[in-house]
């Protein structure tokens, strides 16, 4: 019966942050795209990402150890890919030009943040140690963090009036994914160690 409830509590906060993630891609994806800014549509792609894992996390829940390390695997693997996509676009708008708006960066920066930082404590509240919850953590602190960055790139944006900032910030946005989808994917592989050591 706990297990159930466990379960089911697990369902209502992926559930809950899955919408919120969904939601600040779209608004965060429509404000970077009017921004011309590579950190915001980086930070979108971010939340998008993140609204995926959480649906394969869901889906994850009750199931047996073997489908959610490959639930965390694809988690592992999505921001992998989001790293080198952001990666990619950085350089493309190095070479051919950016004129990103800091006041909207701003803006929308401190609204993620606030958004990022409840999805933070929903998912610390579950004290679960599964390989997907601990993965949802990972993420939303990733979010909050990358926030932080965006709102001082935004200021020096608009106080030096040059691109340059939004670039760097974007890219390291993109570190921040490739490092931990590598530690995702570790903990994964740890998490079969262990199963297999038991047995």
């Known amino acids: 019966m706990a297990h159930d409830q466990d379960d089911c509590q ?5 559930l809950t942050v899955l919408a919120l993630n969904a939601g600040l891609a779209m608004a965060i994806g429509v404000g970077g795209w009017s921004a011309d800014s590579s950190a915001l549509l980086a930070n979108a792609v971010d939340h998008a ?5 959480y649906l394969i ?3 994850a829940i009750g199931r047996a150890g073997s489908w959610k390390r490959g639930a965390a ?3 592992g693997v999505a921001l992998l890919i989001f790293g080198a996509g952001v ?3 950085a350089a493309r708008r190095f070479i051919v030009g950016t004129e990103p708006v800091g006041p909207t960066m701003m803006a929308l920066a401190v609204v993620a943040a606030v958004i ?3 999805c933070l404590q929903l998912i ?6 599964d390989v997907n919850v601990r993965a949802a953590e990972t993420f939303s602190f990733n979010d909050f963090a990358s926030n ?9 944006v608009l106080w030096l009036d040059q691109a340059w900032p939004d670039l760097v910030v974007g890219v390291i946005v993109a570190a921040v994914a490739v490092k931990s989808g590598v530690d995702i994917l570790r903990e994964a592989a740890r998490a079969k160690s262990d199963k297999e050591g038991v047995a």
């Open 148 to 156: 932080g960055g965006i709102l001082i790139a935004g200021g020096l």
């Open 87 to 89: 990666l990619l676009d």
């Open 124 to 129: 610390r509240r579950q004290h679960s140690g």
């Open 73 to 75: 695997r694809f988690s």
């Open 116 to 118: 990022n930082l409840i």
């Open 10 to 14: 697990q369902r209502r906060t992926l």
């Open 49 to 53: 990402s993140d609204a995926a894992v």
């Open 57 to 59: 996390s869901f889906l």
